[in-house]
C-alpha cells in the first residue's frame, strides 16, 4: 500500500468517525461502543445528517399516509418524531435562549440561560415552535418530504453558519468545542452542497415546480443566514443554546415559507 493511499484510508477513517460522532451527539440513536467516535469538527456534518433525518421523516409520512392517517394527526406524529430522534436537543436551546431573551438586563442573559429550570417564555417558545411546525406541515399538499429534507438541513445549516460566523459567548460551555474546532467558509460547504442538491433533485423530479425548488433554496439559506444573524446580535454572540435555537426557529420558519411556495 502506497503512503498516498494510506494517507486516504486514514482521512476516510476519520470522517467516519465524526459522522458517527455526529450521530451519536446529535440524536438519540445508539451507537456500538467498539465503533471509533470522533466528535472534533462534527458540526460541519449536522446539515447532512439533518437531510437523513428529514428523509427518514419523510419515508415514515409516506407510510403513515398509505395507511390512511388523516393529515394533521400524521403531521404532528412526524414533527414528534423528530423531536424524539433529537431527544429535544434543539428544541432545549431555543427554550434556554427564549427565557434568556426575556430578561432585560442583558448582563444577566447568560446567567438564566444556563439554568436548567424553564421559565414561562421559554414554554411559550417551545409552544409556538411546535404549533408553527405541525400547522406548516399540515398545510401541504405536495412536497412534504423536500420540505422535511430542507427544513431540518436548512436548519442545521445555519447552526454552522453561527458557529463559523459568531464569536462563542462562554469560556466553557457545551457548545463551546464546536467553536475550537470551526473552519470558517470551508465548513459551509459540504452542508451548502447537499442542500442546493436536494433542491436539484426536486427541480428534476418535478420541473413544472421550480418556484417552489429555487425557493427552498434561496429561503433556506436566507432564513438560516438572517436567523443565526438576528441571535448573535440580541446577544452580542452565540452559546450552544442559542445554536439550538437557530435550528429550531429556521426549521420553522422555513416550513411556513414553504407553505407559500408550494406547487
Not at 103 to 122: C, E, I, K
Not at 177 to 206: E, R
Amino acid at each position: 500500500m502506497t503512503l498516498l493511499s494510506q494517507d486516504y484510508l486514514a482521512k476516510i477513517k476519520i470522517i467516519t468517525a465524526q459522522l458517527l460522532g455526529a450521530i451519536a451527539f446529535y440524536t438519540v440513536l445508539p451507537i456500538p461502543h467498539s465503533w471509533r467516535l470522533e466528535f472534533n469538527g462534527i458540526a460541519r456534518y449536522a446539515p447532512l445528517l439533518g437531510v437523513w433525518l428529514g428523509a427518514a421523516l419523510g419515508a415514515m409520512d409516506w407510510g403513515l399516509s398509505t395507511l390512511g392517517m388523516p393529515v394533521l394527526t400524521r403531521s404532528a406524529v412526524i414533527i414528534l418524531s423528530g423531536l424524539a430522534l433529537t431527544g429535544g436537543l434543539h428544541l432545549d436551546g431555543a427554550m434556554d435562549t427564549a427565557d434568556g431573551l426575556a430578561v432585560t438586563d442583558p448582563n444577566r442573559r447568560l446567567t438564566v440561560m444556563a439554568d436548567s429550570a424553564t421559565g414561562a417564555f421559554g414554554a411559550m417558545a417551545a409552544i409556538a415552535i411546535l404549533m408553527l411546525k405541525i400547522s406548516a406541515l399540515a398545510d401541504l399538499q405536495a412536497g412534504r418530504w423536500v420540505a422535511l429534507m430542507a427544513a431540518a438541513g436548512w436548519g442545521r445549516w445555519g447552526q454552522v453558519v453561527a458557529i463559523a460566523r459568531y464569536a462563542y459567548l462562554k469560556p466553557q460551555g457545551k457548545g463551546a468545542f464546536h467553536k475550537a474546532a470551526s473552519q470558517p467558509y470551508w465548513d459551509w460547504i459540504p452542508g451548502l452542497t447537499v442542500l442546493i442538491g436536494v433542491s436539484g433533485l426536486a427541480l428534476w423530479l418535478h420541473p413544472d415546480a421550480a418556484a417552489f425548488s429555487v425557493g427552498i433554496a434561496i429561503g433556506g439559506a436566507g432564513i438560516a443566514g438572517a436567523t443565526a444573524a438576528w441571535f448573535a446580535h440580541q446577544l452580542g454572540g452565540h452559546t450552544g443554546d442559542t445554536y439550538g435555537a437557530v435550528v429550531e426557529w429556521t426549521e420553522a420558519l422555513l416550513l411556513m415559507l414553504v407553505t407559500l411556495l408550494q406547487p
